[in-house]
């Protein structure tokens, strides 16, 4: 499946999940291999995750609410928490929107490699943090 990103808006039938997998192909380069890898370890941590496809070619993870969401950028890949803001990050993988009352995020730049367990433990909190209200 080749697609531009902007040609990924609106088709029907193609489910989320592919629309991932066709991002992750076009990206072809760092950027798509940490997606790629962002995405196993959101499925490793929470099986039960819905994947979504929003604003116009967004990577969204959800389980009662948005978990989180997996922009690309040209120099880095941004892991955008809805509800970040609310979750106990006690090994600092947070490193940006750290203003904001709501959104925390987690910017990985090429070569960076992201802490695992730590990651998946958010993921964890964040769906438990959205089943409870």
């Known amino acids: 499946m080749t697609m531009k990103s902007g040609s990924m808006e609106g088709n029907a039938g193609i489910s989320p999940s592919q629309l991932i997998d066709a991002r992750i192909s ?4 760092w950027r798509g ?9 959101v ?15 967004v990577p969204v993870w959800s389980h009662a609410g948005i978990i989180c969401t997996g922009e690309t950028y040209k120099n880095v890949v941004k ?9 106990q990050d ?8 750290l203003e904001g009352n709501t959104r ?3 910017d990985i730049r090429e070569g960076e ?6 990651f998946k433990a958010l993921i964890r909190a964040a769906a438990a943090l959205n089943a409870a209200r």
């Open 90 to 97: 006690p090994s600092g993988l947070f490193n940006s929107s």
């Open 79 to 87: 892991v955008t928490f809805a509800k970040g803001a609310s979750l």
């Open 26 to 29: 076009e990206l072809g380069d």
């Open 104 to 106: 925390r995020a987690i």
């Open 113 to 118: 490699a992201i802490d695992e367990n730590a």
């Open 43 to 57: 499925k490793q941590a929470d099986p039960e995750v819905v994947e979504e496809w929003k604003w116009r070619g």
């Open 33 to 41: 291999q940490t997606l790629s890898h962002v995405r196993a370890l």
